[in-house]
């Protein structure tokens, strides 16, 4: 997992020093315009994205989404699904160019869990429509199909302010990291060098500009299966470590756990997210 940057951790330190993030140069991004800054956050340790679902209204609290181990108040542990945690946590919202122009904050942890994916999903003070009135900033919106192998995408820090180029190279059956397991992740090509503090960053379809999955670990050292070297299990059992790896959690599944007025229904027809 990538370091959450300041955040105060006991059990695990999560992938990444954090301290120099000139040190991972991402390769020449695509000539795509439709990726930028726009509707990206920053939080006090990692980062993240106001985001939307395909029926979403304007008028719908707003809901802004990072990793399950970005969570304030600790890791999720292994079969842990925290919904309706109360939250005041602050989130910087981020403009085309990457500068902040406001600060927006939350009141609810709406989903949060390090089973099967690696996702917070908080809800805000304020709705859609009066973040595009006040600062001309749409939310991203969250793709709900499956993504493909080979598309060119950008995973974008608002923490750090800027983004890493590459392509989904195919996805993984099971990701192991310590005591966690991520099913279906994506994993990107090598151009896509993400560091500490990239954690929770929207990875966004170049030809769309849809999110299709939440930016979350990487292998830093070759180890297997270990903390901050999370290893690749396919169906049958077998192991592959990728040195230098980094990977995603997809997000199309998503969707279907919201119903009108971006309200949690983890019972809704379709929704397969771990439930309590």
Same mark, same amino acid.
């Given at each position: 997992?990538?370091?959450?940057?300041?955040?105060?951790?006991?059990?695990?330190?999560?992938?990444?020093?954090?301290?120099?993030?000139?040190?991972?140069?991402?390769?020449?991004?695509?000539?795509?315009?439709?990726?930028?800054?726009?509707?990206?956050?920053?939080?006090? #340790?990692?980062? +993240?994205? /106001?985001? *939307?679902?395909?029926?979403?209204?304007? !008028?719908?609290?707003?809901? &802004?989404?990072?990793?399950?181990?970005?969570?304030?108040?600790?890791?999720?542990?292994?079969?842990?699904?925290?919904?309706?945690?109360?939250?005041?946590?602050?989130?910087?919202?981020?403009?085309?160019?990457g500068?902040?122009?406001?600060?927006?904050?939350?009141?609810?942890?709406?989903?949060?869990?390090?089973?099967?994916?690696?996702?917070?999903?908080?809800?805000?003070?304020?709705?859609?429509?009066?973040?595009?009135?006040s600062?001309?900033?749409?939310?991203?919106?969250?793709?709900?199909?499956?993504?493909?192998?080979?598309?060119?995408?950008?995973?974008?820090?608002?923490?750090?302010?800027?983004?890493?180029?590459? #392509?989904?190279? +195919?996805? /993984?059956? *099971?990701?192991k990291?310590?005591?966690? !397991?991520?099913?279906?992740s &994506?994993?990107?090509?090598?151009?896509?060098?993400?560091?500490?503090?990239?954690?929770?960053?929207?990875?966004?379809?170049?030809?769309?500009?849809?999110?299709v999955?939440?930016?979350?670990?990487?292998?830093?050292?070759?180890?297997?299966?270990?903390?901050?070297?999370?290893?690749?299990?396919?169906?049958?059992?077998?192991?592959?470590?990728r040195?230098?790896?980094?990977y995603?959690?997809?997000?199309?599944?998503?969707?279907?756990?919201?119903?009108?007025?971006?309200?949690?229904?983890?019972?809704?027809?379709?929704?397969?997210l771990?439930?309590?």
């Amino acid at each position: 997992m990538k370091k959450p940057l300041g955040a105060v951790v006991t059990a695990l330190v999560l992938a990444g020093s954090g301290a120099a993030p000139a040190v991972a140069a991402s390769a020449p991004a695509p000539a795509v315009t439709a990726v930028n800054f726009a509707g990206t956050v920053s939080l006090s #340790n990692c980062s +993240g994205s /106001v985001i *939307r679902f395909p029926n979403s209204a304007d !008028t719908d609290p707003a809901l &802004v989404m990072t990793n399950g181990h970005c969570l304030e108040t600790g890791f999720p542990e292994p079969g842990e699904v925290i919904t309706g945690q109360s939250s005041s946590r602050t989130f910087g919202l981020l403009n085309s160019a990457g500068t902040k122009v406001a600060t927006l904050r939350a009141n609810q942890v709406v989903y949060s869990t390090m089973t099967d994916t690696d996702v917070t999903i908080y809800r805000l003070t304020t709705t859609y429509s009066a973040i595009k009135s006040s600062y001309g900033i749409s939310p991203l919106t969250v793709q709900d199909t499956h993504p493909t192998a080979g598309t060119a995408i950008t995973v974008v820090s608002g923490y750090w302010k800027r983004t890493y180029a590459c #392509n989904i190279d +195919g996805f /993984v059956y *099971r990701l192991k990291e310590g005591d966690w !397991t991520w099913k279906d992740s &994506v994993r990107y090509t090598s151009a896509c060098q993400t560091i500490g503090g990239t954690s929770g960053s929207p990875v966004i379809d170049n030809a769309t500009g849809k999110v299709v999955a939440v930016n979350n670990t990487g292998n830093e050292d070759g180890e297997r299966c270990t903390e901050n070297n999370p290893c690749e299990v396919d169906a049958n059992g077998n192991v592959t470590v990728r040195e230098g790896i980094n990977y995603a959690e997809e997000t199309y599944q998503i969707p279907a756990c919201f119903t009108t007025g971006n309200k949690l229904n983890l019972n809704a027809s379709g929704c397969v997210l771990p439930k309590p």
